[in-house]
C-alpha cells in the first residue's frame, strides 16, 4: 500500500470519527477520536475470523507506519511547538521554580521508583530481567505528555497557576525524559561497567543543556526574522522553517529536539509576537497553528487506538499492565509529593494540587512511541503492551475524568462551578 494512500486512510478515518463524536458522542476531540479507534480495532479483531483479508489489510497498514520515526521524527516538533506557542510566558516565569523542579527531579524519581517496583514485578511473576531494562521503562512512561495534556486542561476550568504547573512541566519533561531514555539506553547498549558517570553526565548535558540553548537560538533567529517583514504568509512559513528545519538539524547534532521545539515556541509566542508581528499576522498564525496541532493530535490520538491491532496482550501481561497503572500512579504522587513537601516553604501550591498533579499527569503517544523503538531482547514485546495499558487508562480514565475530580475536590475556579 502506497503511503499516500494510507495518508488518506487515516486523515479520512480521523475526520469521520471527529464527525461522529462531535455530533452524536461529545467526549473532548481527541479523546473521542481515540476511543472510537479502539472500538474499531476491537471489532476487526472480533471481526478477522470471517474477514481475514479486511483484518490482514488493516494491520499491514497499521504496521507499515513506523509509530516511532512518525512521531519522535516528524509530529513531535509540530505538537510542541504548537504547545508551546501559546503558553503565556510572564505566567512560566512566576511558576518557573515548580516547573523546572517536577519536569527534573520529579521526572528522575518517578524513573527510578517505577523502575525498581517493575523490576520486582516481572521477578514476582517467574520472569526476572535486568534492572536496566526496568529503568528504562521507568524512564518512558515517566513524561506526561504534554499533547494529551494540554488538550484536556483547556476544559477543565482549573486557575491559571495550576494549570501552568501542569501545562508547564508536561512540554519540559517531556524532552527531558526523552534525553533520560536515550541516556539510559545507551548504558543498556554498552553495559553499565563500560560507560562512566562522567559520560553519562556528558551526554545528559550536551542532550539537555544543548536543547535549551538551540532553542533559544531558534526562538532569537524567528524573532528577528518575523520583526523583519510584514507579511503573513512569508511568517508563516518562517516558523514552519524553524520547526521543520531546526528540528532535524537538532536530531543531526544530537541534541534534544523536543525541549529546543518548546523553548523556540515559548519565544516566538511572545516576544515575537509582542513586537515581531502586525494584528493580523498575530491572528493568522495562532490560528495556523491551533489548527496544525488540532489536526495533528486528532490524528495522533486515533493512530494510538489502531494500535491495538498490532500490541500482543495475553493474560498475564493484562494482570501485569493493570498493576503497573497501580505503579505509575504511586510513583506518579511520590514523584509529585516530595518536591511539593520542600518547595512549600518558599513556592504557593493551591489546594489539592498534589492530587491534580497526580491525576493531571496523563501518559500519551510518546510513551507507546518510545516503548516501539527499543530493541527485541530489552523486552520490547512485554514493555509496548504494558505501556500500551497504562495510556490507554491515562487517557480514557484519568482524561475524563480530571475536570470532574477538579470541580469535586473545589479546584475550579468559582465562576465555573454549577
Not at 512521531?71 to 512560566?92: C, D, E, K, P, Y
Amino acid at each position: 500500500m502506497h503511503l499516500y494512500t494510507i495518508i488518506t486512510i487515516i486523515v479520512s478515518l480521523a475526520a469521520a470519527f471527529g464527525y461522529i463524536n462531535h455530533r452524536f458522542i461529545r467526549l473532548p476531540g481527541t479523546i473521542g477520536i481515540m476511543v472510537l479507534s479502539l472500538l474499531s480495532s476491537l471489532i476487526l479483531v472480533f471481526a478477522g475470523k470471517w474477514m481475514p483479508d479486511l483484518f490482514y489489510s488493516v494491520t499491514e497498514m497499521v504496521k507499515a507506519l513506523d509509530f516511532y520515526k512518525l512521531l519522535i521524527n516528524m509530529m513531535l516538533s509540530f505538537l510542541l511547538f504548537a504547545g508551546a506557542i501559546h503558553i503565556n510566558a510572564a505566567r512560566l516565569r512566576k511558576e518557573r521554580i515548580p516547573v523546572i523542579t517536577l519536569a527534573t527531579a520529579g521526572t528522575i524519581i518517578s524513573t527510578f521508583l517505577v523502575g525498581i517496583l517493575v523490576y520486582f514485578l516481572f521477578k514476582w511473576f517467574g520472569r526476572p530481567i535486568d534492572i536496566i531494562y526496568c529503568m528504562l521503562f521507568g524512564a518512558l512512561i515517566s513524561p506526561t505528555d504534554p499533547i494529551a495534556v494540554l488538550g484536556i486542561l483547556k476544559k477543565a476550568n482549573i486557575p491559571d497557576s495550576l494549570e501552568m504547573k501542569i501545562s508547564g512541566e508536561s512540554l519540559f519533561n517531556d524532552g527531558i525524559g526523552v534525553v533520560i531514555f536515550l541516556t539510559l539506553l545507551e548504558i543498556a547498549r554498552e553495559g553499565a561497567g563500560n560507560v562512566s558517570g562522567l559520560e553519562i553526565g556528558l551526554l545528559f548535558l550536551r542532550e539537555a543543556g544543548g536543547g535549551i540553548l538551540y532553542g533559544m537560538l531558534l526562538g532569537y533567529i524567528s524573532f528577528m526574522l518575523l520583526r523583519s517583514v510584514d507579511n503573513y504568509q512569508v511568517e508563516v512559513l518562517i516558523t514552519l522553517a524553524i520547526v521543520m528545519g531546526g528540528y532535524s538539524l537538532a536530531n543531526t547534532l544530537h541534541i534534544s529536539g523536543p525541549l529546543a521545539m518548546v523553548v523556540a515556541g515559548i519565544i516566538t509566542g511572545n516576544r515575537a509576537k509582542e513586537l515581531g508581528m502586525s494584528d493580523m499576522t498575530r491572528d493568522y498564525l495562532g490560528k495556523f497553528w491551533e489548527l496544525t496541532d488540532e489536526i495533528l493530535n486528532a490524528i495522533l490520538f486515533l493512530l494510538i487506538g489502531l494500535e491495538m491491532l498490532v500490541v500482543k496482550i495475553d493474560q498475564r501481561i493484562m494482570i501485569m499492565g493493570i498493576i503497573c497503572v497501580f505503579i505509575v500512579l504511586l510513583s506518579r504522587w511520590v514523584s509529585v509529593a516530595f518536591p511539593v513537601f520542600f518547595l512549600r516553604r518558599i513556592v504557593h501550591f493551591e489546594r489539592h494540587a498534589i492530587t491534580m498533579l497526580t491525576w493531571g499527569g496523563l501518559r500519551g503517544g510518546i510513551s507507546v512511541a518510545l516503548a516501539l523503538s527499543l530493541p527485541e531482547h530489552m523486552f520490547r514485546n512485554e514493555f509496548v503492551a504494558i505501556t500500551y495499558i497504562i495510556v490507554i487508562f491515562s487517557i480514557a480514565v484519568q482524561g475524563l475524568t480530571v475536570g470532574k475530580l477538579a470541580k469535586k475536590l473545589n479546584v475550579c475556579l468559582p465562576t465555573q462551578i454549577k
